[in-house]
Structure formats: C-alpha cells, structure tokens
C-alpha cells in the first residue's frame, strides 16, 4: 500500500487532492491520513483518552496493572451468543437461562472493581485531606508526609534533606469524622465515573496499554542516547520532547534507518505526546516529522506509524470516509466505530469529517450524513443515521449523584463511595420497552424494525441492559436470540453489534482482532485500526477478553500473523502479558 501523498502537506491546509483522495493518497483505501501538526501539550483532554480524569492528573488506577472482571466464564457466553447472531448462525444453547449469565458477569465485575475503587476512594481521601490542611495552614511536616501524595513535592523534601515518609492509608474512621472530606470524595467520584461514562460509554474501569510518559526511565533508550551524546543524565527526569526529537532525528539521519528507536518512541508516548512531537520536531529542523517518517518507512510498518500519528477523531473520521467513499461500501467499518464510540467521540468525529473528506471543497452541514445517506439503504442506512446524531441518552450528574452511595457498615458510613446500579436504570419503563420489542418482533408475523432502531438508539446503556433482562422474562429468549431470527443482512449485524458492545464492549473488539487474524490472509486495515484506536482506551479489557476468546494471547497472535518490524509496532502496543 502507498501513500502517494504530496510533501510538506503539514505546513498548511491539506493538499490538493492527487490520484483520488482528498489528502492526496494515491486510492481511497491507501492508509490513514497524512496527520496534520498540533501544537498542544500531551494533558489535552479528548473524549478518546482515559489517561486523564477531568482533574487533570492521572488516573489513580492507569497504572495498577490489567483490570480484573471481564476474563469469567460469562465473557465466553456473550461471544459465544454474538458471533453466532454476526455469523448469521442459529445461536448456540446455553447451559442457563442467558439473563443469569450477564447478571453473573455485572456481579463479578462489580466486586473485582469495589478494590480498584476503594484505593482510588483512598487517593481522594488524601487529596482532600491535603487541601484542607493547606487552606487551615495548621499542619506541620509530619502530617504532610502522611497524605501528601503528589510527586511535585518530592524537591521540596531533598531540599529539606528529609525523606519522605510513605504514604499511611486514610482510617475509615478519619474520613466518617468529617463531613466535608467525605462529600469531596462523593464530588470526585462522581466527576470520575462522568469521566469514564464520555470515554466509554459506561462506568466500569477500563486501561489502555499506552499511557503518557511522565518522566524517563532508567531503561528508556532515550535516555542512553543523551547520556552519551549529550552527556545529560534524564532519569526521572520529566518527559521532554526536545530530547525525544533528537532521538528519532539521529534514528533517520543517515543511511539506513533505525526502526527500532521509531517503535520504542511511537509505543510509549500517548497520541496527545505524538502530537507535540511533531510541532517540536518541525521547530527544531525545519523538517516535517511525517515526511520524514514517510520516506524512510514502507508498507503496513508505515501504515501502523502513520497511524499512531493522526488524532483519533481525524482517524475515526478518515475510516469513515475510507468505508463509504470509492467502491462499494465496508458496512463492517460503520458498524464498528459508529456503534462503539460514545456521544463526546462522535462529536469530536463529526467537527473533523469535513476537512478529512472534503478538503478542499466548499464544507457542506452535516456532511457525514449526507455521505451516509448516499452510501447505504434501508433499515441499516437509518440505524447508521441514528448513531451519528451523537444523542443516545447517558446518565447524568443528577441522577448519578443519586446512585453513588456511601457504603456501610453496621450502620455507620465508611467513606467508602460506590455506585448502586439498580437506580441506574427505570424498572416500569424497561418492562415497557421490552414488551414493545416483543411486539414488534416475536408476537407478530414480520418485524417492526423502527421500534428495534428507536428503543437501541435512544436509551443509555444500563437502561438498555435492564430492557433486555426484562426481555428474557417476556419471550423466553435472548435479545441477540430475536435479532437473529427478526432480522437480517447489515442491519442484522449492526444490531447485534450494538448488543455485543453495550454488554461488553472489549468482548466485541476481542471478536473484531481474531477475524482480522483467522484463516489465510491478514486483515491488515482492520488489525492496525482496532489497535491503535483502543490503545489509550481498554486494551488491557480486550486482551483479556481475546485470551478468553481463542485461549492464546493477542501478542501471540500477532507474533504468528505478521512479521517483521509491523509486528513489532503492533506487540510494542498491545504489550505481553
């Protein structure tokens, strides 16, 4: 595959287009597209990134390692249920009523994350703690090393000569004595499970494999290159991307190329840090980065490069075009970004698809529509209309606010925050619901799809799960059960994507990467879409998903269906274990 775009695109507006495509690729289906510069630093918050809570800071959870809940036995249920629905297969029985099983899976996933809540409970607590010491200003050294938890302070103690003490936990009954840091912890939990919802759709954790890099490393090969040719010693020294610059200028410079300092910088920097780099490498040499990276690299190798470069709203938005525009439409595509991303996503989406599709033509409202419109028929074209207006229903703060409640114990309060998710959902109005699908499916000769398009497009996702449990009570039968036999073609799959998603989005991408990977051949596109989009999202959840899924682990698939230094990008990103 080739670019066959044109040089120093980046130093303005995109080119015109050449051979076809609108950033100047040489055909619609040529690579991502050639990203354009960003000059903002890597804490840029984005819907697509859940490195960062709204606050600012990193993640308590980000990272504590692979996020326990989905790798039980009811994961393997929901695969099994979905592929059988996408495969257009009579779905497989199951050994217990199907609603149990994802009530299994909801309670399993609740508990494993109750610990990860709880040490993030005792972040908050130190937070909280801190911040009224420092506006009381009546704490001396003793009980600032106590709580204090952040990083920046760690000069001020060596400056002092002092070490820091480690952290002591905060005592249930230090937070229950006072008021103001338990309604605090509330406000930030709250403000973190709205984080989470905008980056994922639902409040259950999730973990990419690719974080922001704060500070460098003893082992990072950047700080081996500038301790011998700068002599500067960066250990733990903030991430800097002036050294990083240098580092991938010498790793071109010259004959030959050293593609293994590409991989280390591009798999351990965030999207948002890529970003800068470019802005930064452009400032130092007067050099494009992309061109630069562009002439020195080749094949799916350059595409996964590429990729990692561009924005992920200008990413989602060029697939987008890819699949509609040129021959023949990949219906697989749509389904897959417009039934996985969130509201927040699809907007930031839809700002970017004009300029990526239409470039250099007069910006036309609503453009992605339009192209939708144009490109597909029937009852998939109005399920895919649906998704892009970006209005499912979602939880709000108010009735979130609602829901977290303080845990108990022998009826006193803990300070402990979790979410009750039974007042998530509205019980009548799911039995309503559920009973409308029924009629629209299994009690009547034919299917009324516009009753399936505005029930799956308009309720919020835990009020979705609890429609079909009730469903189940109803029919007898499992929603993906009625898709099957209700519906068919691209509509069929959409649906049943969307089911897949809701109950276990990680499960669905899981199933995306296998059939990207099984039998003769390789689906390249799909393979380095679904990696590099999810890595700062849940691809710790997907590899566990795929581990249950084909009893291997993803890295080991790819070390299997790929080769050379494009299989090396694509194990750097989705890591071993």
Same mark, same amino acid.
């Given at each position: 595959?080739?670019?066959?775009?044109?040089?120093?695109?980046?130093?303005?507006?995109?080119?015109?287009?050449?051979?076809?495509?609108?950033?100047?690729?040489?055909?619609?289906?040529?690579?991502?597209?050639?990203?354009?510069?960003?000059?903002?630093?890597?804490?840029?918050?984005?819907?697509?990134?859940?490195?960062? %809570?709204?606050?600012?800071?990193?993640?308590?959870? %980000?990272?504590?390692?692979?996020?326990?809940?989905?790798?039980?036995?009811?994961?393997?249920?929901?695969?099994?249920?979905?592929?059988?629905?996408?495969?257009?297969?009579?779905?497989?029985?199951?050994?217990?009523?199907?609603?149990?099983?994802?009530?299994?899976?909801?309670?399993?996933?609740?508990?494993?994350?109750?610990?990860?809540?709880?040490?993030?409970?005792?972040?908050?607590?130190?937070?909280?703690?801190?911040?009224?010491?420092?506006?009381?200003?009546?704490?001396?050294?003793?009980?600032?090393?106590?709580?204090?938890?952040?990083?920046?302070?760690?000069?001020?103690?060596?400056?002092?000569?002092?070490?820091?003490?480690?952290?002591?936990?905060?005592?249930?009954?230090?937070?229950?004595?006072?008021?103001?840091?338990?309604?605090?912890?509330?406000?930030?939990?709250?403000?973190?499970?709205?984080?989470?919802?905008?980056?994922?759709?639902?409040?259950?954790?999730?973990?990419?494999?690719?974080?922001?890099?704060?500070?460098?490393?003893?082992?990072?090969?950047?700080?081996?290159?500038?301790?011998?040719?700068?002599?500067?010693?960066?250990?733990?020294?903030?991430?800097?991307?002036?050294?990083?610059?240098?580092?991938?200028?010498?790793?071109?410079?010259?004959?030959?190329?050293?593609?293994?300092?590409?991989?280390?910088?591009?798999?351990?920097?965030?999207?948002?840090?890529?970003?800068?780099?470019?802005?930064?490498?452009?400032?130092?040499?007067?050099?494009?980065?992309?061109?630069?990276?562009?002439?020195?690299?080749?094949?799916?190798?350059?595409?996964?490069?590429?990729?990692?470069?561009?924005?992920?709203?200008?990413?989602?938005?060029?697939?987008?075009?890819?699949?509609?525009?040129?021959?023949?439409?990949?219906?697989?595509?749509?389904?897959?970004?417009?039934?996985?991303?969130?509201?927040?996503?699809?907007?930031?989406?839809?700002?970017?698809?004009?300029?990526?599709?239409?470039?250099?033509?007069?910006?036309?409202?609503?453009?992605?529509?339009?192209?939708?419109?144009?490109?597909?028929?029937?009852?998939?074209?109005?399920?895919?209309?649906?998704?892009?207006?970006?209005?499912?229903?979602?939880?709000?703060?108010?009735?979130?606010?609602?829901?977290?409640?303080?845990?108990?114990?022998?009826?006193?309060?803990?300070?402990?925050?979790?979410?009750?998710?039974?007042?998530?959902?509205?019980?009548?109005?799911?039995?309503?619901?559920?009973?409308?699908?029924?009629?629209?499916?299994?009690?009547?000769?034919?299917?009324?799809?516009?009753?399936?398009?505005?029930?799956?497009?308009?309720?919020?996702?835990?009020?979705?799960?609890?429609?079909?449990?009730?469903?189940?009570?109803?029919?007898?039968?499992?929603?993906?059960?009625?898709?099957?036999?209700?519906?068919?073609?691209?509509?069929?799959?959409?649906?049943?994507?969307?089911?897949?998603?809701?109950?276990?989005?990680?499960?669905?991408?899981?199933?995306?990467?296998?059939?990207?990977?099984?039998?003769?051949?390789?689906?390249?596109?799909?393979?380095?879409?679904?990696?590099?989009?999810?890595?700062?999202?849940?691809?710790?959840?997907?590899?566990?998903?795929?581990?249950?899924?084909?009893?291997?682990?993803?890295?080991?698939?790819?070390?299997?269906?790929?080769?050379?230094?494009?299989?090396?990008?694509?194990?750097?990103?989705?890591?071993?274990?």
């Amino acid at each position: 595959m080739s670019y066959g775009y044109q040089s120093n695109y980046s130093s303005g507006p995109p080119p015109p287009p050449r051979g076809g495509g609108p950033f100047g690729y040489a055909a619609a289906s040529s690579g991502p597209p050639p990203p354009p510069p960003s000059g903002y630093g890597y804490q840029q918050q984005s819907a697509y990134n859940v490195n960062y %809570s709204q606050g600012g800071y990193q993640s308590v959870y %980000s990272n504590s390692g692979a996020v326990p809940g989905f790798t039980v036995p009811a994961v393997q249920s929901v695969q099994q249920q979905y592929q059988t629905v996408y495969q257009g297969h009579a779905p497989a029985p199951c050994q217990m009523p199907y609603g149990m099983h994802v009530k299994n899976m909801d309670q399993q996933m609740q508990s494993a994350q109750m610990q990860q809540m709880q040490a993030m409970q005792q972040q908050y607590a130190r937070m909280a703690m801190r911040g009224q010491k420092k506006k009381s200003r009546k704490y001396d050294d003793d009980d600032d090393d106590d709580y204090d938890s952040e990083d920046d302070d760690e000069e001020e103690y060596r400056s002092k000569g002092k070490k820091k003490a480690p952290k002591k936990p905060v005592t249930s009954e230090q937070i229950a004595a006072n008021t103001d840091i338990k309604a605090e912890i509330k406000r930030m939990t709250v403000d973190e499970l709205i984080r989470r919802q905008t980056c994922s759709g639902t409040f259950e954790l999730t973990e990419g494999t690719v974080k922001p890099s704060p500070k460098y490393a003893a082992e990072d090969p950047v700080v081996k290159f500038y301790s011998t040719e700068r002599s500067t010693d960066l250990v733990g020294k903030p991430w800097d991307s002036e050294a990083d610059c240098e580092y991938l200028r010498k790793a071109m410079k010259g004959l030959g190329t050293n593609e293994d300092a590409i991989i280390h910088v591009v798999a351990t920097r965030c999207n948002a840090q890529r970003q800068e780099l470019k802005k930064k490498f452009k400032t130092m040499y007067g050099r494009d980065l992309i061109d630069d990276l562009h002439s020195e690299l080749s094949g799916d190798f350059r595409e996964s490069i590429m990729a990692c470069f561009v924005k992920p709203a200008v990413y989602d938005a060029w697939a987008i075009k890819e699949a509609i525009y040129g021959l023949g439409t990949d219906e697989k595509t749509l389904i897959e970004i417009l039934m996985t991303r969130t509201n927040a996503q699809l907007e930031e989406m839809k700002q970017v698809y004009p300029d990526v599709a239409s470039p250099n033509r007069k910006k036309k409202a609503n453009l992605i529509e339009r192209d939708i419109k144009d490109d597909t028929s029937g009852d998939f074209k109005r399920l895919m209309i649906a998704a892009v207006q970006a209005n499912r229903s979602e939880i709000g703060q108010e009735q979130l606010e609602k829901a977290v409640e303080e845990q108990m114990v022998n009826g006193k309060g803990t300070g402990i925050f979790n979410v009750n998710y039974q007042k998530l959902a509205n019980i009548e109005a799911a039995k309503r619901d559920a009973n409308l699908l029924f009629k629209a499916g299994e009690d009547r000769w034919g299917t009324d799809e516009e009753t399936f398009v505005r029930i799956f497009s308009t309720r919020d996702y835990y009020q979705l799960r609890e429609i079909w449990n009730q469903y189940v009570k109803i029919t007898q039968r499992d929603i993906l059960n009625s898709i099957d036999r209700e519906t068919s073609g691209d509509f069929k799959r959409g649906l049943a994507a969307l089911v897949c998603n809701i109950r276990c989005r990680p499960m669905y991408f899981a199933q995306r990467l296998r059939d990207a990977m099984k039998g003769l051949g390789t689906d390249d596109k799909t393979l380095i879409r679904v990696v590099v989009s999810r890595a700062e999202i849940d691809m710790v959840q997907i590899k566990q998903c795929f581990l249950e899924l084909t009893k291997k682990t993803l890295w080991k698939w790819i070390k299997e269906d790929t080769s050379g230094d494009y299989k090396k990008i694509l194990q750097a990103i989705v890591g071993k274990d």
